[in-house]
């Protein structure tokens, strides 16, 4: 196989790949489509998403866990709704602000992409 050929070759190898990319985010939006519709007619829609590698999750998900412990002790579930709202930066809620502030720094520490 001649120079041309091979770079020919690696240059489809490298588009191919860029499309199964593409491929596989068209059928993640697709299993996530009946959510993207709930978002539009919710009354308090979500403020944000969050894209994390998945080799990074686990991580993160054992120092957010980590974090709740340490600031709201052994609770078994807080509603992001108690959390992410006016009161909790205009009245000082130091547990939410702290909370919030702290899952901020731990996803930012990582290669994290926050999308409106």
């Known amino acids: 196989m001649g120079k041309s050929a091979k770079q020919s070759v690696v240059e489809l190898e490298h588009r191919m790949k860029d499309l199964a990319e593409i ?12 959510y993207h519709i709930g978002y539009k007619k919710a009354k308090n829609p ?11 999750i ?11 412990d340490s600031i709201y002790g052994k609770q078994d579930e ?4 108690k959390l992410i709202r006016e009161a909790t930066i205009t009245k000082n ?3 939410n602000k702290a909370y919030g502030e702290g899952m901020v720094d731990i996803i930012t520490y990582y290669d994290a992409a926050i999308l409106p």
């Open 46 to 56: 979500i403020l944000l998403g969050v894209c994390i590698h998945e080799n990074d």
């Open 23 to 34: 491929i596989k985010y068209a059928e993640q939006y697709k299993d996530n489509r009946s």
């Open 78 to 81: 807080i509603k992001s709704t």
């Open 93 to 95: 809620r130091t547990n």
């Open 58 to 68: 686990k991580p993160i998900i054992n120092q957010i866990y980590k974090l709740k």
